[in-house]
């Protein structure tokens, strides 16, 4: 009796709030009707499907569907951050005069005929027993039919056309037995016609060929140089898992080590093998709490293996990269199972906790629905050469798919036989020359020099006359990447007797196939190019010592293994978040307009957890590097690799309109734009490798992408995106960052003027490289002393950290309360970074200025 009181009490309790937020969301829509060109009766019936509080914003986020007739309107979900009871920021979705444009409020054909339409539509055999299981108003639920891994869900909405029209339509899922599609879709229920149909499957098809766009560094281009064993170790005791850890990459990107206790206090307060909430694990397998972690290898999507810690928890399983994966399914499973748990713990920090909707079997009364752990599926015999994530509504798991990959066409062709660079070395062959063939061709490294004569200015480029012929003869030739054709310089080298010829790329990342030009059919020698790295190291160690080698073909190595490469993985944890988050929980399917940027949030989030110490924004980020055996510097097989400098990745927001892949390409230059954000905040900030606690700029970009996508509206377009990430930084920060943002877009054409069109649209994008009247100085006079001045933390708790862009000598730091009264004072001698301590104010919000021989300027600042 007394949990049924319990129960009925919370209900009220919820009941109470949800009407609290209706009335404030309809106060907020009613006040700014003319601006959202609504009508007054599109605010008249608004449904509250889910809320939950941002720590770092300290609000609440609210996300409320539009109705008519007390029928959703597919796919309206707004977000509204309320703080203090007031709406402070929307992202509205709504439609407007929806009166006029709904056709009908009664359906005209069943639920049940509805799944039968849309079984013809797909194609799928009749079901079998297909029966109604429960009702609940316009909500049925049929069971499986024998064509479908779950019951399908039938829900009467309305759904918005292209034509701007509302048809009346039954909202249905049916998710095929091999889990290889989840097809989320619109059945029009008076003609029984599909309207939409979008597949909650996501697959990332990372096999996606690059597009060419000016001077990019080509890929995917080269195979993987495999680290061997590590004998690292850290601490024992506790669980302990052998692993490609935080923030390697993959195997290609540092060693293996042996990690005892990763699981966070706060994301995972009882561990990783946790599910009742007590202290002591619940499972010796890799299952817990936020993940169950198996093979798939038969495709079955049922129980698979899942390797066994034991009592002590120990998953020390080896790596052979010699073998075929299968004879190492332990260890990549626990490796699946370790950064599903990374992705979990680290995000939970940044506001991806459990009411947010993130994924718990058991959510510990912290909100939210539970019972959706992630099913991670190692080695899932149902494809190749791909990765996929199913999002789910809150409540149900999702499922995590890694595949193999086949072996890699790009081969250790070269091995130095001698010297500091001994060892087999990645190259590509040459589609013209002699073929290089299991028969070895040994001999010494010359490298090529020529007389300048022409229009060439490198003596090693082969593009001139050769003026060490004599040397070359009998030898294996080495020639720079130059202006002249391969087929020309592979000729030359061959006339002055060289028995086979390595180009060197003069461009960072990968090798590149070579074409033969004009010349190549006269080519009878092998020709071979190895990348810009390797090149450099062979020619700086001829110019002192003598170098042998050996061009001979070898047969692929094994299939390389998704499990393995943890930018993959996270990418496809990343799907799980953005479409939580965009839209609230209750509402995953916000992510299927043309313009969305769901492969770009993925992207970002395997990015930014896999940055180092030393590293650098102008650096070349390729995405799904080791999968498709390429070096750490290869392209990816994005358009371009992540970069910040433009001579690497040119692309901007003009690129959408075509110029790039859809889905992929898209997302693509919207990670680009956040990856420049990031290290426009690392430039001022300095980073952090506490990814969990840190305070530098890689994590309050973090931050401002988990709250930029808790802000915007579903079906977003880049303005969305970009305008709720701003203010994420204006709400948090009190806006210390906003021309720093602002610039960061304005730079890839997301700038003020910028137009994103419809969302739906991928065609209809104007870029714009401009800023508004607050941050419009150019950029030299916004990295000048107006906007010269960073502060941080904040909010703060006292200590203030005030960075300066360049030194700006002595300054005078007042702080004013909002009474405009003067509560703290302090010369500061100001070169790079000065600290005041101002522990002494209360909390509240207070105005700082910096005034100094150059001007003045004011920043907001929270004291907390």
Same mark, same amino acid.
């Given at each position: 009796?007394?949990?049924?009181?319990?129960?009925?009490?919370?209900?009220?309790?919820?009941?109470?709030?949800?009407?609290?937020?209706? *009335?404030?969301?309809?106060?907020?829509?009613?006040?700014?009707?003319?601006?959202?060109?609504?009508?007054?009766?599109?605010?008249?019936?608004?449904?509250?499907?889910?809320?939950?509080?941002?720590?770092?914003?300290?609000?609440?986020?609210?996300?409320?569907?539009?109705?008519?007739?007390?029928?959703?309107?597919?796919?309206?979900?707004?977000?509204?951050?309320?703080?203090?009871g007031q709406v402070v920021y929307a992202g509205v979705n709504f439609t407007s005069g929806l009166r006029q444009k709904v056709n009908t409020t009664t359906p005209s054909i069943t639920p049940n005929a509805a799944i039968l339409k849309a079984i013809t539509a797909l194609g799928l055999p009749s079901p079998t027993n297909l029966e109604l299981l429960s009702r609940d108003?316009?909500?049925?639920?049929?069971?499986?039919?024998?064509?479908?891994?779950?019951?399908?869900?039938?829900?009467?909405?309305?759904?918005?056309?292209?034509?701007?029209?509302?048809?009346?339509?039954?909202?249905?899922?049916?998710?095929?037995?091999?889990?290889?599609?989840?097809?989320?879709?619109?059945?029009?229920?008076?003609?029984?016609?599909?309207?939409?149909?979008?597949?909650?499957?996501?697959?990332?098809?990372?096999?996606?060929?690059p597009h060419s766009?000016?001077?990019?560094?080509?890929?995917?281009?080269?195979?993987?140089?495999?680290?061997?064993?590590?004998?690292?170790?850290?601490? *024992?005791?506790?669980?302990?898992?052998?692993?490609?850890?935080?923030?390697?990459?993959?195997?290609?990107?540092?060693?293996?080590?042996?990690?005892?206790?990763?699981?966070?206090?706060?994301?995972?307060?009882?561990?990783?093998?946790?599910?009742?909430?007590?202290?002591g694990a619940e499972y010796t397998i890799t299952r817990g709490n936020n993940v169950w972690a198996q093979d798939d290898i038969n495709n079955n999507n049922g129980t698979g293996a899942s390797p066994d810690g034991g009592a002590g928890l120990n998953f020390d399983f080896p790596y052979d990269f010699n073998t075929a994966p299968v004879n190492m399914l332990d260890a990549v499973t626990t490796n699946l199972f370790y950064w599903n748990n990374i992705m979990h713990d680290v995000w939970y920090h940044y506001g991806f906790d459990e009411a947010s909707g993130n994924f718990q079997e058991n959510n510990y009364g912290n909100g939210g629905v539970g019972?959706?752990?992630?099913?991670?599926?190692?080695?899932?015999?149902?494809?190749?050469?791909?990765?996929?994530?199913?999002?789910?509504?809150?409540?149900?798991?999702?499922?995590?798919?890694?595949?193999?990959?086949?072996?890699?066409?790009?081969?250790?062709?070269?091995?130095?036989?001698?010297?500091?660079?001994?060892?087999?070395?990645?190259?590509?062959?040459?589609?013209?020359?002699?073929?290089?063939?299991?028969?070895?061709?040994?001999?010494?490294?010359?490298?090529?020099?020529?007389?300048?004569?022409?229009?060439?200015?490198?003596?090693?480029?082969?593009?001139?006359?050769?003026?060490?012929?004599?040397?070359?003869?009998?030898?294996?030739?080495?020639?720079?990447?130059?202006?002249?054709?391969?087929?020309?310089?592979?000729?030359?080298?061959?006339?002055?007797?060289?028995?086979?010829?390595?180009?060197?790329?003069?461009?960072?990342?990968?090798a590149i196939v070579m074409g033969p030009g004009a010349q190549g059919g006269s080519v009878t020698i092998p020709a071979i190019m190895v990348s810009k790295n390797v090149g450099d190291a062979i020619i700086a160690e001829l110019l002192s010592a003598t170098v042998n080698g050996t061009i001979q073909d070898v047969p692929p190595g094994p299939?390389?293994?998704?499990?393995?490469?943890?930018?993959?993985?996270?990418?496809?944890?990343?799907?799980?978040?953005?479409?939580?988050?965009?839209?609230?929980?209750?509402?995953?399917?916000?992510?299927?307009?043309d313009e969305q940027m769901g492969e770009g949030w993925s992207d970002y989030f395997g990015l930014v957890l896999t940055m180092e110490t030393g590293d650098a924004g102008t650096d070349i980020r390729g995405i799904g590097t080791y999968v498709n055996g390429q070096s750490t510097e290869g392209g990816g097989i994005r358009e371009a690799p992540y970069s910040t400098d433009f001579a690497i990745n040119d692309y901007t927001y003009a690129d959408t309109n075509n110029n790039v892949s859809q889905p992929h390409g898209i997302g693509f230059v919207w990670a680009t734009m956040l990856w420049d954000m990031t290290w426009d905040l690392i430039d001022v900030y300095g980073f952090d490798p506490d990814v969990y606690n840190g305070t530098g700029g890689n994590n309050i970009a973090m931050q401002l992408v988990i709250d930029g996508l808790k802000l915007q509206n579903c079906s977003p377009g880049f303005v969305n995106g970009r305008d709720a990430i701003i203010e994420a930084d204006e709400i948090t920060n009190g806006g210390a960052n906003k021309c720093l943002i602002w610039n960061a877009f304005a730079r890839r054409g997301c700038g003020f003027s910028a137009s994103q069109g419809s969302s739906n649209?991928?065609?209809?994008?104007?870029?714009?490289?401009?800023?508004?009247?607050?941050?419009?100085?150019?950029?030299?006079?916004?990295?000048?002393?107006?906007?010269?001045?960073?502060?941080?933390?904040?909010?703060?708790?006292?200590?203030?950290?005030?960075?300066?862009?360049?030194?700006?000598?002595?300054?005078?730091?007042?702080?004013?309360?909002?009474?405009?009264?003067?509560v703290f004072a302090q010369q500061l001698e100001l070169q790079t970074i000065g600290t005041i301590q101002a522990e002494g104010l209360n909390a509240g919000m207070y105005l700082v200025t910096i005034e100094g021989q150059a001007g003045t300027q004011t920043e907001k600042l929270i004291i907390k």
């Open positions: 009796m007394k949990k049924i009181l319990h129960v009925v009490a919370l209900l009220v309790v919820t009941m109470s709030v949800a009407q609290n937020f209706e *009335t404030q969301i309809t106060s907020y829509l009613s006040a700014n009707r003319a601006q959202l060109n609504l009508e007054p009766e599109d605010i008249t019936d608004i449904q509250i499907t889910s809320n939950s509080f941002s720590k770092s914003m300290q609000l609440e986020n609210v996300y409320a569907s539009q109705r008519h007739n007390g029928i959703a309107v597919y796919n309206s979900s707004s977000s509204f951050a309320i703080k203090n108003g316009n909500e049925y639920l049929f069971s499986d039919g024998g064509i479908s891994l779950e019951a399908i869900p039938v829900t009467l909405v309305y759904q918005r056309t292209h034509d701007e029209r509302v048809r009346l339509a039954w909202d249905l899922r049916i998710y095929l037995l091999d889990a290889s599609h989840h097809y989320s879709m619109r059945i029009d229920a008076v003609t029984g016609t599909v309207l939409e149909n979008n597949d909650w499957v996501i697959s990332c098809n990372f096999g996606t060929a766009h000016g001077n990019k560094v080509a890929a995917p281009l080269e195979s993987v140089l495999f680290k061997k064993e590590s004998n690292v170790e850290f601490t *024992t005791g506790g669980a302990q898992y052998r692993v490609f850890p935080l923030p390697l990459e993959s195997p290609s990107h540092g060693s293996e080590q042996l990690v005892a206790d990763p699981s966070n206090a706060v994301a995972s307060p009882f561990g990783w093998h946790d599910i009742n909430g007590a202290p019972s959706d752990s992630v099913n991670a599926d190692a080695q899932d015999g149902g494809g190749l050469n791909n990765a996929n994530f199913s999002i789910t509504v809150e409540g149900s798991n999702p499922r995590m798919q890694m595949y193999l990959w086949s072996p890699s066409d790009y081969l250790e062709l070269l091995t130095i036989n001698n010297g500091p660079l001994a060892g087999g070395h990645v190259a590509l062959a040459a589609n013209f020359g002699a073929p290089i063939t299991a028969t070895p061709i040994t001999q010494d490294l010359v490298l090529v020099e020529d007389d300048d004569a022409g229009d060439s200015t490198d003596p090693n480029d082969g593009c001139d006359t050769i003026t060490n012929t004599a040397a070359i003869n009998g030898k294996i030739a080495v020639v720079r990447r130059g202006s002249c054709e391969f087929g020309f310089k592979a000729l030359a080298a061959q006339t002055a007797g060289a028995i086979a010829v390595i180009v060197v790329n003069n461009e960072p990342g990968d299939q390389l293994d998704g499990d393995l490469d943890n930018g993959i993985i996270a990418h496809e944890y990343g799907h799980g978040i953005s479409t939580r988050l965009t839209g609230g929980p209750a509402n995953p399917a916000c992510l299927f307009n649209s991928r065609t209809d994008q104007v870029e714009a490289f401009d800023l508004p009247a607050e941050c419009s100085l150019g950029v030299e006079d916004v990295e000048g002393f107006q906007k010269n001045f960073v502060l941080y933390p904040n909010p703060t708790t006292g200590t203030i950290n005030i960075a300066s862009r360049r030194p700006a000598g002595d300054v005078t730091v007042s702080i004013f309360d909002l009474n405009g009264r003067k």
